[in-house]
C-alpha cells in the first residue's frame, strides 16, 4: 500500500543518513521534522466516499421532500387565504341580513301601531252609533214613522220634525259607515302586521343562517393557519436536517482526504529532510574525516514562501479584519477602502460613506504579495486549479451561484471567512453548501 511504501522509504532514507552521519562524526543541527499526523488507509477513504456516496443520495431524497413540503405550504397559503375571504363575505352577508331584519321588526311594529289606532277608531265608531240608537228611542218609537209628521200642529212644527227625522238618520247611516271602514282597516292592519313580522323572522333566521356561515368559515380559517403554521415549523425542522445532513456528508468526504493531504506533504517534508541531511553528511564526509562540520554553511539556505506559509499568512491578513464593515466595491491588497456607489441597495446601506471590504475585495487583500487577484468574484474563480470540494483545503476560495456572485475564503473544519452583504461586517461562519459551486480555485499550491 501507498502509506507502508513511503513509510519504508522515509525510515530508510532516515536510518542511511543517520547511519551516515554517525560514522562520519557529524551532530545534526536542522529541525526535527514533527510527528507524522495520521494517515487513513485507501480502504478507510473508499468506505469514506462510499458512505458518503450514500448520504449524497439521502440528502437528494430530501431535497425533494423539502420541495414537495414547500409546494404544500404554498398550496395551504392559497386555501388560507380563500378561507378568509369567504369568511369576510359571510360576515358581510350577515350584516345585510340583520339590518333586514331589524327593518322588518320596525315595519311589524307601525303595522302594530296603525292596527291598534283601528281598533280605537272601531270603538269610537261603535260608541257613536250607539248614541244614535239611544237618541233615536228617547224621541219615540215612531219617529221615522208617517205618524210623525202627523202629529204636528203647524206647518213649522212639520218642517221641524223633518228636519230632526232627516238628521237623526243620517248620523246613524253615518256612524255605520265610520265604523265599518273602521273594522276593515283593523284587518288591514292586522294582516299587514302579521305579513310584516313573518318577514322579520325570516329576515332573523337569515341573519343567523348568515351568522353560523360566518362562525363556521372563520373556524376553518383559523384551524387552516394553525395547520399553515405547523407545516412551517416541519419544513424549517426538515430543511435544517437537510443542511446538517449535507454538511456531515461533505465533512466525511473531505475529512479523510485532508488527512491523506496533510500526510502527504509531512511525508514529503520529511523526505526533504532526510535527503538534506543525507546532503549535509556527504559534503562533510568529502572535505575530511576529521571536519567538524563548519563547512556546512555552504548548503542551500532555507526555504522561504512555502505552500502552508503562504496560505497561512493569507488566513492571518483576512483574520485581522474580523468585525471590519462591508462596503462594496471596498479593498485591494493594501487593506479596507472606501465602498462605490452602485445605484441600489448597497448606496441605500450607505455604503459609498463606509470604510471596509466586498467578498473579492477581502480576498484581493488576503492574498495581497503573493496572488495578483481581479476585484470580481467571477474573474476569481478562475484565478487558480479548480479542485472539488470533497477536497477542498485550508486557503481555498469558494464561490457561489450558476454566475457567480460571492467568493469567501475556507479556514477548514467546515468554517470560513467572509465579507458577506451590505449592512453585515466580515465574519467567520460555517460554510453554506446551499449554491455552493462544487469546485474550489487553490491559489497556491
Same mark, same amino acid.
Given at each position: 500500500?501507498?502509506?507502508?511504501? =513511503?513509510?519504508?522509504?522515509?525510515?530508510?532514507?532516515?536510518?542511511?543518513a543517520?547511519?551516515?552521519?554517525?560514522?562520519?562524526?557529524?551532530?545534526?543541527?536542522?529541525?526535527?521534522?514533527?510527528?507524522p499526523?495520521?494517515n487513513?488507509?485507501?480502504?478507510?477513504?473508499?468506505?469514506?466516499q462510499?458512505?458518503?456516496?450514500?448520504?449524497?443520495?439521502e440528502?437528494?431524497?430530501? $431535497?425533494?421532500?423539502?420541495?414537495?413540503?414547500?409546494?404544500?405550504?404554498? &398550496?395551504?397559503?392559497?386555501?388560507?387565504?380563500?378561507?378568509?375571504?369567504?369568511?369576510?363575505?359571510?360576515?358581510?352577508?350577515?350584516?345585510?341580513?340583520?339590518?333586514?331584519?331589524?327593518?322588518?321588526?320596525?315595519?311589524?311594529?307601525?303595522?302594530?301601531?296603525?292596527? &291598534?289606532?283601528?281598533?280605537?277608531?272601531i270603538?269610537?265608531?261603535r260608541?257613536?252609533?250607539?248614541?244614535?240608537?239611544?237618541?233615536?228611542?228617547?224621541?219615540?218609537s215612531?219617529m221615522g214613522?208617517i205618524?210623525?209628521?202627523?202629529?204636528?200642529?203647524s206647518?213649522?212644527?212639520?218642517?221641524?220634525?223633518?228636519?230632526?227625522?232627516?238628521?237623526v238618520?243620517?248620523?246613524?247611516?253615518?256612524?255605520?259607515?265610520?265604523?265599518?271602514?273602521?273594522?276593515?282597516?283593523?284587518?288591514?292592519?292586522?294582516?299587514?302586521?302579521?305579513?310584516?313580522?313573518?318577514?322579520?323572522?325570516?329576515?332573523?333566521?337569515?341573519?343567523?343562517?348568515?351568522?353560523? $356561515?360566518?362562525?363556521?368559515?372563520?373556524?376553518?380559517?383559523?384551524?387552516?393557519?394553525?395547520?399553515?403554521?405547523?407545516?412551517?415549523? %416541519?419544513?424549517?425542522?426538515?430543511?435544517?436536517?437537510?443542511?446538517?445532513?449535507?454538511?456531515?456528508?461533505?465533512?466525511?468526504?473531505?475529512?479523510?482526504?485532508?488527512?491523506?493531504?496533510?500526510?502527504?506533504?509531512?511525508? %514529503?517534508?520529511?523526505?526533504?529532510?532526510?535527503?538534506?541531511?543525507? =546532503?549535509?553528511a556527504?559534503?562533510?564526509?568529502?572535505?575530511?574525516?576529521?571536519?567538524?562540520?563548519?563547512?556546512?554553511?555552504?548548503?542551500? %539556505?532555507?526555504?522561504?514562501?512555502?505552500?502552508?506559509?503562504?496560505?497561512?499568512?493569507?488566513?492571518?491578513?483576512?483574520?485581522?479584519?474580523?468585525?471590519?464593515?462591508?462596503?462594496?466595491?471596498?479593498?485591494?491588497?493594501?487593506g479596507?477602502?472606501?465602498?462605490? =456607489?452602485?445605484?441600489?441597495?448597497? &448606496?441605500?446601506?450607505?455604503?459609498?460613506?463606509?470604510?471596509?471590504?466586498?467578498?473579492?475585495?477581502?480576498?484581493?487583500?488576503?492574498?495581497?504579495?503573493? +496572488?495578483?487577484?481581479?476585484?470580481?468574484?467571477?474573474?476569481?474563480?478562475?484565478?487558480?486549479?479548480? +479542485?472539488?470540494?470533497?477536497?477542498?483545503?485550508?486557503?481555498?476560495?469558494?464561490?457561489?451561484?450558476?454566475?457567480?456572485?460571492?467568493?469567501?475564503?475556507?479556514?477548514?473544519?467546515?468554517?470560513?471567512?467572509?465579507?458577506?452583504?451590505?449592512?453585515?461586517?466580515?465574519?467567520?461562519?460555517?460554510?453554506?453548501?446551499?449554491?455552493?459551486?462544487?469546485?474550489?480555485?487553490?491559489? +497556491?499550491?
Amino acid at each position: 500500500m501507498l502509506k507502508t511504501g =513511503r513509510e519504508r522509504l522515509s525510515h530508510w532514507a532516515a536510518a542511511g543518513a543517520l547511519a551516515l552521519a554517525a560514522t562520519l562524526g557529524i551532530t545534526g543541527t536542522a529541525a526535527a521534522v514533527p510527528p507524522p499526523p495520521p494517515n487513513p488507509s485507501d480502504n478507510e477513504i473508499s468506505s469514506s466516499q462510499a458512505q458518503a456516496n450514500a448520504k449524497a443520495g439521502e440528502v437528494g431524497q430530501l $431535497t425533494n421532500q423539502l420541495a414537495e413540503a414547500e409546494s404544500r405550504l404554498t &398550496d395551504l397559503q392559497d386555501q388560507v387565504e380563500l378561507k378568509m375571504e369567504q369568511a369576510n363575505k359571510a360576515l358581510v352577508d350577515q350584516q345585510a341580513a340583520e339590518d333586514a331584519a331589524d327593518k322588518a321588526q320596525a315595519d311589524a311594529d307601525a303595522a302594530r301601531r296603525e292596527s &291598534d289606532a283601528a281598533a280605537q277608531q272601531i270603538e269610537a265608531a261603535r260608541k257613536q252609533l250607539d248614541g244614535f240608537v239611544a237618541g233615536s228611542y228617547q224621541q219615540g218609537s215612531t219617529m221615522g214613522s208617517i205618524s210623525a209628521y202627523l202629529g204636528s200642529t203647524s206647518p213649522q212644527d212639520l218642517l221641524a220634525r223633518a228636519q230632526l227625522l232627516s238628521s237623526v238618520s243620517g248620523s246613524q247611516l253615518n256612524g255605520l259607515e265610520l265604523m265599518e271602514q273602521a273594522q276593515t282597516d283593523k284587518s288591514n292592519k292586522d294582516a299587514a302586521a302579521r305579513a310584516a313580522l313573518e318577514l322579520a323572522q325570516q329576515k332573523r333566521a337569515a341573519a343567523q343562517a348568515a351568522k353560523r $356561515t360566518a362562525d363556521t368559515a372563520q373556524a376553518a380559517a383559523v384551524a387552516a393557519q394553525q395547520g399553515q403554521a405547523a407545516q412551517a415549523a %416541519a419544513l424549517e425542522s426538515s430543511k435544517n436536517a437537510v443542511e446538517q445532513q449535507l454538511y456531515d456528508a461533505q465533512q466525511r468526504v473531505s475529512g479523510l482526504q485532508g488527512q491523506r493531504q496533510r500526510y502527504q506533504d509531512w511525508l %514529503a517534508q520529511k523526505q526533504r529532510e532526510d535527503e538534506e541531511r543525507a =546532503r549535509q553528511a556527504a559534503l562533510a564526509a568529502s572535505k575530511g574525516s576529521g571536519s567538524s562540520g563548519g563547512g556546512g554553511g555552504g548548503g542551500v %539556505a532555507p526555504a522561504t514562501g512555502s505552500t502552508g506559509s503562504a496560505v497561512e499568512r493569507a488566513i492571518a491578513r483576512a483574520m485581522s479584519q474580523l468585525g471590519m464593515p462591508y462596503a462594496w466595491g471596498g479593498g485591494n491588497a493594501s487593506g479596507p477602502t472606501r465602498g462605490i =456607489r452602485d445605484g441600489g441597495v448597497a &448606496d441605500a446601506y450607505g455604503d459609498y460613506r463606509k470604510i471596509g471590504f466586498d467578498c473579492s475585495g477581502l480576498m484581493i487583500y488576503a492574498y495581497g504579495g503573493m +496572488v495578483s487577484l481581479p476585484h470580481y468574484s467571477g474573474y476569481q474563480y478562475n484565478a487558480g486549479r479548480h +479542485v472539488p470540494l470533497s477536497q477542498m483545503r485550508r486557503g481555498d476560495l469558494l464561490f457561489w451561484g450558476n454566475d457567480i456572485h460571492h467568493v469567501a475564503l475556507y479556514l477548514g473544519n467546515g468554517m470560513m471567512i467572509e465579507a458577506p452583504e451590505s449592512g453585515m461586517v466580515v465574519r467567520v461562519t460555517p460554510v453554506r453548501y446551499g449554491g455552493i459551486v462544487p469546485y474550489a480555485t487553490r491559489l +497556491v499550491g
